[in-house]
């Protein structure tokens, strides 16, 4: 089972009944559709809010020891400002750590300034870049953490 622990007030669990405002990241996916991933098991959706709305919203899955993030996207108007940072972090120090989990996984989009951001945040890449249908070339990443 996945225990979501209280995060800042900035930030927040979504469901049905406070999802507020719209979103649509950069891959194509809604508030809706991360709404019914929020919905199953051993899955939460963290979003970021500010006065505009939601600049931010984060897919993970905890599986097995590790937490799996399928999706980090910000606001288009937010790159840079931070909030992929602060939806790591939570996901990190709150999550990830509550949980007991002893790594974070992720799949990035290949592209030299992301890989380096994720490098930065102390993430490595974990296997052979692959083509994933509908993404493009995908680069597994992971965390340990302590």
Do not use: C
């Given at each position: 089972?996945?225990?979501?622990?209280?995060?800042?007030?900035?930030?927040?669990?979504?469901?049905?009944?406070?999802?507020?405002?719209?979103?649509?990241?950069?891959?194509?996916?809604?508030?809706?559709?991360?709404?019914?991933?929020?919905?199953?098991?051993?899955?939460?959706?963290?979003?970021?809010?500010?006065?505009?709305?939601?600049?931010?919203?984060?897919?993970?899955?905890?599986?097995?020891?590790?937490?799996?993030?399928?999706?980090?996207?910000?606001?288009?108007?937010f790159?840079?400002?931070?909030?992929?940072?602060?939806l790591?972090?939570?996901?990190?120090?709150?999550?990830?750590?509550?949980?007991?989990?002893?790594?974070?996984?992720?799949?990035?989009?290949?592209?030299?300034?992301?890989?380096?951001?994720?490098?930065?945040?102390?993430?490595?890449?974990?296997?052979?870049?692959?083509?994933?249908?509908?993404?493009?070339?995908?680069?597994?990443?992971?965390?340990?953490?302590?």
């Amino acid at each position: 089972m996945l225990v979501k622990p209280k995060l800042p007030t900035s930030l927040g669990y979504i469901a049905g009944s406070d999802a507020g405002g719209d979103f649509r990241g950069r891959l194509g996916y809604t508030l809706k559709d991360y709404l019914a991933e929020a919905g199953k098991a051993n899955n939460a959706v963290v979003v970021r809010r500010t006065a505009e709305g939601i600049v931010g919203v984060a897919w993970v899955e905890r599986e097995g020891d590790r937490l799996i993030v399928h999706h980090l996207e910000t606001d288009d108007r937010f790159e840079g400002g931070g909030v992929g940072t602060e939806l790591l972090v939570a996901i990190e120090k709150r999550i990830a750590l509550t949980n007991g989990v002893n790594e974070i996984a992720l799949d990035a989009l290949e592209d030299d300034e992301l890989i380096a951001w994720y490098k930065r945040r102390g993430f490595a890449q974990a296997g052979v870049t692959r083509d994933e249908p509908g993404y493009g070339r995908i680069v597994p990443m992971r965390k340990k953490l302590a």
